[in-house]
């Protein structure tokens, strides 16, 4: 809804894409959809929010990038 903020309702299709890009089909429970939630708040102040998504695919990105350096110097 444009709001800033990412809610319950907004996570469900971001949910089921992720899914849909492993090629499995999925529909998320409440329980799902709340810890979904609880991951992408890295903040933990109860919202979503772009900078929370931006610090969530930073960090992902930064051990990736990690793993791979440790593969190629130590493989």
């Given at each position: 809804d444009r709001n800033g903020v990412?809610?319950?309702i907004e996570v469900v299709p971001m949910i089921v894409d992720a899914y849909?890009?492993?090629n499995r089909v999925f529909?998320?429970?409440r329980?799902?959809?709340e810890s979904y939630l609880k991951i992408l708040d890295r903040n933990g102040d109860g919202k979503v929010t772009?900078?929370?998504?931006e610090d969530l695919c930073t960090k992902y990105l930064?051990?990736?990038f990690e793993q791979d350096l440790n593969a190629l110097f130590d493989g």
């Open positions: 990412i809610d319950s849909k890009s492993f529909s998320p429970s329980a799902d959809i772009l900078q929370d998504l930064i051990q990736k």
